[in-house]
Every structure is written in C-alpha cells, then in structure tokens.
C-alpha cells in the first residue's frame, strides 16, 4: 500500500496466499488477535535495527520477508530457516514473454533456476485492493 508504514490485508504472493497479514514497511504496526502471518518489504531493510526486529518475532509468527540482491547479505542463519524469503528481481521485460517462454535465474555456471512463465504465480492491482490501514 503505497505511502503506509504498515497495513493489513490478505497475502496474495508467497506460499502463505490467504493468511490475514500485518505487512510492515517502514515500522512494525499493532499485531492484533487477526494477525495470523507478518511480512517485511524490502523497505523495511533501510529501518534501525532492522535484522533484530525481525529476529524477535521469528518463532512466533510465520514471516515472510523481501530480499534482493543487495539485502540479502543481511539475512541471517535464523532468517533463512524459520523465514519464507521473497527474492525480488526487477526487470519489466519478462512481462512481454508469452506464457510458454522461460525465465532463466543464472546463479553461475551449471546452475541456474528455470521456469515457464505461465507457471508463475501472477500477481496484479486487483489482488491487492482489498488491503486496509
């Protein structure tokens, strides 16, 4: 939700599709009696004692949390065990593919991620409009 701290709604783009969630972006906001899952956005990576926060919250609520290439260095042993990660890779051109073309994640040589991309859970505006302050 654009221009919130944090709000709540249902997740629509990880594994845990459907929970009522606490999403947090630039603070943690009150965890309510509906709150089943909490979920850090990549923003969240910029906030004082980021990693600590989370960390606390770890073992007692599913949490998913958004990475990329220059967040994940901050991720901890903890996070990776108990975490749902979210890996964002910006790049707009794999939306112009049609729906049987692939998508290659180079890792190095000999190991790569490959999927097609109607396999892909899509996610649009719609998905999101349901989500409340």
Known sequence: ???K????GKEVEGRLFGLYTLFNRNKIGTITDKVRHLYFTIEFWKTKDCVQKIESLLLDYPISIEVNEDTYKLVTPN???????????????????????????????????????????????????????
């Open 79 to 133: 996070m990776k065990v108990h975490a749902h990660l979210i890996y964002r890779i910006k790049d707009v051109n794999v939306f112009d593919l049609k729906e049987t073309d692939s998508v290659f994640i180079d890792g190095n040589i000999y190991n790569v991620l490959c999927f097609t991309k109607h396999n892909a859970h899509n996610v649009n505006y719609v998905n999101y409009s349901y989500d409340t302050k």
């Open 1 to 3: 939700m654009q221009g």
């Open 5 to 8: 701290d944090f709000w709540y």
